[in-house]
T-cell receptor, first 112, second 113 residues
Framework: DAKTTQPNSMESNEEEPVHLPCNHS???????IHWYRQLPSQGPEYVIH???SNVNNRMASLAIAEDRKSSTLILHRATLRDAAVYYC?????????????FGKGTSLLVTP | EADIYQTPRYLVIGTGKKITLECSQT?????MYWYQQDPGMELHLIHY???????EKGDLSSESTVSRIRTEHFPLTLESARPSHTSQYLC????????????FGPGTRLTVT
């Protein structure tokens, strides 16, 4: 399985943009880049995903490097409710039934 | 809002009891999954299903079993609960393929005394 590398933790001030990086140098051509987050005491929540082009939705933006070896999740204005563990995951048919291979993720702390 | 449900949300039970954790989704998804997560630790896949009558073991060995008799229902059973089974169990579903997101239920927090 292709692996991802994320910083263990990041900190942001409320109402400021947050850029969460992810390295995936062994990504294959058919791997989709997915981001999920898990708020304390809750199940994971889908955030965004993409293949090659940058993507935007109501929650966040995903910037994918041209060589696809890295990506960045962008929260445009962090709120206290965005404090969570963010997971960058490569979704592939080679994983068990397209399951998600969660690593340790990045723990985002948002301070007022 | 994801239409995937898990019951019970919390369960405290004694050693040796048989338990079934329920998971249902109303989205018509073929793929369903069970993940296990100990407090402060990573999620690990323990079971998955491609569809009705299909079940497979995941990456993390588990003494639990699953069944998939109906598309919408994917229960997990522990025949004889032990304290080592204490954990959070998360159910998820998705359409087939890498381009589709997974939807997660709220989880069942199991404590075996």
């Amino acid at each position: 399985d292709a692996k991802t590398t994320q910083p263990n933790s990041m900190e942001s001030n409320e109402e400021e943009p947050v850029h969460l990086p992810c390295n995936h140098s062994t990504i294959s051509g058919t791997d989709y880049i997915h981001w999920y987050r898990q708020l304390p005491s809750q199940g994971p929540e889908y955030v965004i995903h993409g293949l090659t082009s940058n993507v935007n939705n109501r929650m966040a933006s995903l910037a994918i490097a041209e060589d696809r070896k890295s990506s960045t999740l962008i929260l445009h204005r962090a709120t206290l409710r965005d404090a969570a563990v963010y997971y960058c995951i490569l979704k592939s048919g080679s994983n068990s039934g397209y399951a998600l291979n969660f690593g340790k993720g990045t723990s985002l702390l948002v301070t007022p | 809002e994801a239409d995937i449900y898990q019951t019970p949300r919390y369960l405290v039970i004694g050693t040796g009891k048989k338990i079934t954790l329920e998971c249902s989704q109303t989205m018509g998804h073929d793929k369903m999954y069970w993940y296990q997560q100990d407090p402060g630790m990573e999620l690990h896949l323990i079971h998955y299903s491609y569809g009705v009558n299909s079940t497979e073991k995941g990456d993390l060995s588990s003494e639990s079993t699953v069944s998939r008799i109906r598309t919408e229902h994917f229960p997990l059973t522990l025949e004889s609960a032990r304290p080592s089974h204490t954990s959070q169990y998360l159910c998820a579903s998705s359409l087939r393929g890498s381009a589709y997101e997974q939807y997660f239920g709220p989880g069942t927090r199991l404590t075996v005394t």
